[in-house]
């Protein structure tokens, strides 16, 4: 099998071409080959832009553009007609395109990376509907595919020949120019620099929000070992992605629900926050129209939501401790098993923040949602399960556990150890404050310019005053909405919410009843901020970070922070904050000598 980038093609690409894609996959020739779809060519040798319906690279051989054609053609008076249901007239024929695609691509690869100036690049065109038998001096017949030699011939075989034939050719020219010879065929190396080059520029999670500066959209880029993340979910039906905060998992979340939707699997993607369930709507608003469109089921939000909805009763005006995760469950089982529910079942299980999803009655309803229950059906599950348990009642490890005991050892785990999310300041600190082991690989911002400052309070007034003048600073650099306000207590009890009234000439207002468009800082407590993330974080009301709790509070909410970071903390936990700091630099020091 070849390895595919994307892995998947989209449900409304031409049917010739999800063809050629099913029988490169599926060859198992192709095992070491690697095949690019749909690459866009920005820098194209002759137009503004193109496209290659497929770049194919095989060791040993070389690199193959291709064209694929899957209807009827005509050419009168030296135009090209392609006879689709709407017919397309065009001066540049598929040969043309082909070879124009592949000596852009050339030329890009070889002036990024000069040992791949030798390797042999050819084109060929693919006509998955006709027999296509015209000679011509601007083709050899060797470059067409036609639709009985697709159906008679392994595709492995077919591309092959192709190469081989371009290489007899270019001995003949190539050896008078003196750079042809074992050099135009590639290495592994070579394909590795090939992959490195080419999916960089093209493959970028798809994600809303303010671009606040070069560093901030550096920060949403998938890195490569997100991209070996996503192939996972290509080989193995059930994924389970841990890693600590700011890895990019909710990126990958959504990219995955994505890929199941333009595969043509129903999908649904949880999470535990009512805040981070409104911001997967917004965000996945273009996934959720084109599933529409093909008819396929995809639900995204709340688990709790998801179970309000599956049975009738109504929340408790003062729900119990356990209703969310116990009770309710409870009822939505007994809804689905009864059948008075008319969810179906998905294809495709996505759950973001999972550590607080895994409650014994929560996966009882996941099991019933999940085609094939989680045993063996198809899921890829996100979570911190270490450091991110801040909830009375669930605990990440214990969850696991749970799931582990339904599953047995029946997935593939795949951890992500690349920060992608904050400053390499912020994420220094986060280090040292939370003790992550191991921590983190590598940082993918290079932005040095981040704020990271600890303010002490002594009384709940001073710290009022303390927050002005922060506030008042941060707005020199950020505007509004890119600062956060986040407090270890609930939003009533919150320093924001205390002095929201007096601070007028700035506003403050709760993030969940702050309207698109409104102006003023939002204030939201760290709980119900968990899975989200903030230009500007100002982390409030921290009265102790001496026990697991509030520990995992101040973990969390320094998290959510990309480039600055300011915790107000009571001046009676300064010593307990100091030996977090000394504690961390410690072990840094042990790890580093080993």
Not at 225 to 241: G, K, S
Not at 327 to 335: F, K, Q, S, V, W
Not at 464 to 472: E, F, I
Request: glycine residues 8%.
């Amino acid at each position: 099998m070849a390895r595919m980038i994307p892995p998947q093609i989209p449900a409304r690409s031409p049917k010739g071409e999800q063809l050629i894609f099913r029988k490169l996959r599926d060859d198992p020739e192709t095992r070491d080959w690697v095949v690019f779809h749909s690459f866009d060519i920005r820098r194209h040798s002759v137009r503004i832009e193109g496209e290659a319906d497929l770049v194919v690279a095989v060791p040993g051989l070389g690199i193959l553009c291709i064209e694929v054609k899957g209807c009827g053609v005509i050419r009168r008076d030296g135009l090209w007609t392609y006879e689709y249901e709407m017919p397309k007239t065009t001066p540049v024929g598929p040969f043309r395109q082909a070879s124009d695609a592949s000596h852009s691509l050339r030329q890009y690869l070889s002036g990024r990376d000069p040992s791949l100036a030798a390797l042999t690049f050819y084109s060929a065109v693919i006509f998955t509907e006709i027999e296509f038998n015209e000679r011509s001096l601007e083709w050899d017949p060797w470059q067409v595919i036609t639709k009985s030699a697709l159906l008679r011939n392994p595709i492995s075989r077919i591309f092959s020949q192709i190469l081989e034939n371009a290489h007899t050719k270019l001995a003949a020219v190539r050896p008078k120019l003196g750079w042809y010879g074992e050099r135009s065929r590639p290495t592994v190396r070579h394909l590795d620099a090939i992959v490195a080059l080419m999916r960089r520029d093209f493959e970028y999670a798809a994600v809303g929000g303010i671009a606040f500066d070069v560093a901030e959209q550096s920060i949403r880029r998938f890195t490569e070992e997100q991209f070996v993340a996503l192939d996972l979910l290509e080989e193995n039906d059930r994924v389970l992605f841990k890693g600590p905060a700011g890895t990019g998992k909710t990126l990958l979340a959504i990219e995955t629900a994505r890929r199941s939707v333009r595969s043509g699997k129903s999908a649904v993607l949880l999470c535990f926050n009512s805040l981070l369930g409104t911001w997967l709507k917004r965000e996945v608003a273009d996934i959720s129209e084109e599933a529409r469109s093909l008819g396929i089921a995809f639900h995204v939000g709340t688990l709790s939501g998801l179970m309000l909805g599956l049975q009738n009763s109504t929340v408790p005006k003062e729900p119990e401790t356990g209703y969310w995760t116990f009770d309710l469950p409870l009822r939505a089982t007994e809804a689905l098993l009864a059948g008075e529910s008319a969810f179906p079942e998905h294809d495709v299980l996505i759950l973001d923040e999972a550590q607080d999803l895994l409650s014994d009655p929560m996966l009882d309803v996941l099991e019933l949602i999940t085609r094939g229950g989680l045993s063996a059906g198809r899921w890829a599950i996100f979570g911190d399960f270490e450091r991110q348990a801040i909830y009375a009642d669930l605990n990440g490890s214990a969850g696991l556990d749970r799931l582990r005991s339904r599953v047995g050892g029946n997935f593939t785990t795949s951890p992500l150890r690349i920060n992608c999310r904050n400053s390499p300041r912020i994420a220094e600190a986060v280090t040292l404050t939370s003790g992550l082991s191991p921590g983190y690989s590598r940082v993918l911002a290079d932005a040095e310019c981040a704020d990271v400052d600890a303010v002490f309070y002594r009384s709940a007034s001073h710290q009022k005053d303390q927050l002005a003048a922060v506030l008042k600073r941060l707005l020199k650099k950020f505007s509004t909405d890119q600062i956060v306000i986040l407090s270890t207590r609930a939003d009533a009890l919150s320093c924001a919410a205390a002095m929201a009234t007096s601070f007028v000439d700035i506003g403050l207002t709760p993030y969940k009843s702050y309207a698109p468009g409104a102006i003023g800082v939002r204030y939201a407590s760290v709980h119900s901020f968990k899975g989200l993330e903030g230009a500007a974080i100002v982390l409030t009301d921290i009265e102790s970070v001496d026990d697991a709790h509030g520990k995992s509070l101040l973990y969390v909410g320094m998290t959510r922070a990309r480039h600055s970071l300011t915790m107000l903390i009571n001046d009676r936990a300064r010593g307990q904050y100091d030996r977090l700091l000394m504690d961390g630099y410690r072990k840094l020091m042990r790890e580093g000598s080993k």
